[in-house]
């Protein structure tokens, strides 16, 4: 069981904007610490999208964004693109645990 | 160009220690947390833990008995020793590089990984 909590699957077709929602706790995300999101391509080290809650790394493209809220964040992905198909997830720290945390990944399917 | 190259053996028997090691070619050594991640076949990420340059280190809860994680900062290299291992501690196993803000703080992400490697524990 993950310690922040993410849907296993989400899909969306060509075009469409989706969003994958991360959940954590008062000793995580709601404590303040950043939350970054990754994608995996199958057999790939995984790749930072998102960092610091809302910033891309060059090279990402803008169609992808990132927001945080009390004990939650987001990561929306619009105009979806066949090559987003991956499975992606999200990694705060945690206070409690003296950890890096991460969610359990959502695997995004383009219809 | 940052890059992590790692290795290490990847089939280990129940009770075994596991050891693996990351060299780091390009960028600074010194200013970076450096992080082991794990993930088991079809399963999420786990952090493992990390060391700083000066050797402090930082493990999970429910590994620490059994890790140790070192640095040889002649060589830029850290390694990954995991005692003991059965076969729930097969998986794909990644070292990375924890980013840090102003004076060095830690800013708990990851932006350069190994390439993994999979280690297997069967008898």
């Known amino acids: 069981q993950s310690v922040l909590t993410q849907p296993p699957s989400v899909s969306g077709a060509p075009g469409q904007r989706v969003t994958i929602s991360c959940t954590g706790s008062?000793?995580?995300?709601?404590?303040?610490?950043?939350v970054h999101w990754y994608q995996q391509l199958p057999g790939t080290a995984p790749k930072v999208f998102i960092y610091g809650n809302s910033n891309r790394p060059s090279g990402v493209p803008d169609r992808f964004s990132g927001s945080k809220s009390g004990t939650s964040a987001s990561l929306a992905i619009t105009g979806l693109q066949p090559e987003d198909e991956a499975d992606y997830y999200c990694q705060s720290y945690d206070s409690s645990l003296s950890a890096v945390v991460f969610g359990g990944g959502t695997k995004l399917t383009v219809l | 160009q940052v890059q992590l190259q790692q290795w290490g053996a990847g089939l280990l028997k129940p009770s075994e220690t596991l050891s693996l090691t990351c060299a780091v070619h390009?960028?600074?050594?010194?200013?970076?947390?450096w992080t082991w991640i794990r993930q088991p076949p079809g399963k999420g990420l786990e952090w493992i833990g990390e060391i700083n340059h000066g050797g402090g280190t930082s493990y999970n809860p429910s590994l620490k008995s059994r890790v140790t994680i070192s640095v040889d900062t002649s060589k830029n290299q850290f390694s990954l020793k995991l005692s003991s291992v059965t076969a729930a501690d097969t998986a794909v196993y990644y070292c990375?590089?924890?980013?840090?803000?102003?004076?060095?703080?830690?800013?708990?992400?990851?932006?350069?990984w190994g390439q993994g490697t999979l280690v297997t524990v069967s008898s």
């Open positions: 390009g960028g600074s050594f010194s200013d970076y947390y």
């Open positions: 008062s000793s995580n995300i709601g404590a303040g610490y950043d």
């Open positions: 990375a590089r924890g980013e840090t803000g102003l004076h060095g703080s830690p800013l708990w992400y990851f932006h350069h």
